[in-house]
């Protein structure tokens, strides 16, 4: 007898195991059943896939605020993020994803669901492949406030931000745009709101709470003179900001995609916008710092892409690639001019949260509606402008009462000794650079020297201002 080959001998396998399966089951499934199970199967792995690349974002905020900011301070941002994820999915598997979509009468916030209650394990168990690819967002949301509030805050203060923000603000407001993905209906959602991928719902939420916590802080010792005059704080590695950039950029295929939920041909579109505009952003924030410092410096760059990135991210199911461009270049601009906004009124945000996320964001929400490929209305532009403000009115106030508040209770600032020890030292009893001798006591020259005050500087993702 003629030896079969490997291939002929695997499918002789397969259908054998086809042919046991079918013989088990009394009603095989007819053609139309067994393609929409095979839909249902792609759909889950789609889901579950984009939101393994969501997660991983986490280590490309890590990234970016590590390395926009001073090494004594690199396991702080360590710790900060893992707890961001850590604490925020336990809150947002309580309380969180309840209020978010739960069953809501109102549209204000869901009453069903918490701690993960329809989920049983004879029911549907797609509740838990949508709760996983949602608390990753919830996550997102969280994180973003970490560069803002660095080298700063005592660590017990925030964790208890990060618990409320991942268990009652965001979810409140994700309740009125989102409610309806699963049990609820939210208010703006009914009005027509269009936020595909959380331009508003996930950034601007977590850029209004940073500017919030920003404020609250005040700023880093050294960043501003008796004069007024803005000082440069160098961050520390510019290399592991551009791996988180693109960390992140990566993420997003996951993050702007995998918000369709199902595994169809409508993510191509969404890839495509999502790269245009990240790349169109960090082109247009690179020449915008040229022209306005003479240098291309790679800090603004860096958060041009990811402004491309926060302003396609509402948008990207429903406007076209020449669109696309459109967006991510007026980000890359309102970067550049925003983190020079926020430093001249003395909000000292060391990687330049609020700007990225915050005000592009907002960008983002609005161009959603002024591109929209099936037609624009000052009707939908109106619905669009509502949600951006109800976004600010509810985040930021909740944000700065909660900060406040932990400010009175456990402090949410360390000592002006602690701040220029570093807090690796003070908060953790670590150093994460061991085999390096830093002097960083005040941190606010790199080690060597040399700078100008008058040439731009990363400061985060920030840059000093010229003195006029």
């Not at 669901?113 to 949508?130: C, Q």
């Not at 609250?216 to 290399?239: C, E, F, N, Q």
């Not at 396609?312 to 967006?327: E, F, M, Q, R």
């Not at 220029?420 to 003070?426: A, Q, R």
């Amino acid at each position: 007898m003629k030896a079969i080959g490997f291939t002929g001998f695997g499918l002789l396998l397969l259908g054998g195991l086809v042919g046991v399966a079918w013989a088990d089951d009394p009603t095989p499934l007819s053609n139309k059943a067994a393609v929409e199970l095979v839909q249902a199967h792609a759909n889950y792995v789609w889901t579950l896939v984009a939101a393994v690349l969501v997660f991983f974002m986490q280590a490309g905020f890590a990234m970016v605020e590590t390395g926009f900011t001073r090494a004594k301070n690199a396991i702080n941002i360590m710790m900060k993020n893992l707890m961001d994820f850590s604490l925020g999915s336990l809150a947002f598997w309580a309380v969180g994803f309840g209020l978010m979509f739960g069953v809501s009468s109102t549209g204000w916030f869901g009453t069903s669901g918490f701690f993960l209650s329809d989920y049983t394990p004879d029911g549907d168990p797609w509740v838990l492949a949508f709760w996983m690819f949602q608390v990753v967002f919830a996550a997102t949301a969280a994180t973003i406030v970490s560069g803002a509030m660095a080298e700063r805050t005592k660590f017990v203060g925030y964790l208890t931000y990060s618990v409320v923000i991942s268990a009652f603000i965001y979810p409140i407001f994700g309740s009125w745009a989102w409610g309806g993905l699963l049990n609820g209906g939210g208010w703006l959602e009914n009005l027509g709101f269009i936020d595909f991928a959380g331009s508003t719902v996930v950034h601007s939420v977590g850029g209004w709470a940073a500017l919030a916590g920003a404020i609250v802080l005040g700023p880093r010792i050294g960043k501003y003179g008796k004069d007024g005059a803005i000082k440069p704080i160098m961050g520390h590695s510019m290399t592991l900001a551009a791996l988180g950039v693109f960390i992140l950029w990566m993420g997003w295929f996951g993050f702007n995609p995998g918000s369709t939920t199902v595994a169809d041909k409508s993510i191509a579109l969404i890839f495509v916008t999502t790269n245009l505009s990240a790349c169109t952003g960090a082109v247009a924030a690179l020449f915008t710092s040229w022209l306005k410092f003479g240098k291309p410096e790679i800090g603004m760059t860096l958060n041009g892409a990811l402004a491309g990135l926060v302003a396609i991210t509402a948008g990207c199911a429903n406007v076209s690639p020449g669109s696309a461009i459109l967006i991510g270049a007026v980000a890359g601009v309102l970067v550049v001019l925003s983190v020079l906004f926020f430093e001249r009124i003395r909000v000292d945000d060391p990687v330049g949260a609020v700007s990225v996320h915050g005000v592009n964001g907002a960008w983002g929400t609005l161009a959603a509606g002024l591109f929209n490929a099936g037609g624009t209305s000052m009707a939908l532009v109106g619905v669009q402008l509502l949600g951006i403000a109800a976004c600010f009115i509810w985040a930021f106030p909740m944000a700065f009462g909660m900060f406040k508040l932990v400010d009175k209770i456990v402090g949410l600032r360390v000592s002006p000794e602690e701040e220029l020890e570093g807090l690796d030292v003070t908060e953790h009893g670590g150093v994460a650079y061991p085999d390096f001798g830093l002097s960083s006591h005040g941190g606010i020259m790199p080690a060597g020297g040399g700078a100008k005050e008058n040439r731009p500087h990363p400061v985060g993702a920030t840059m000093a201002l010229k003195q006029e």
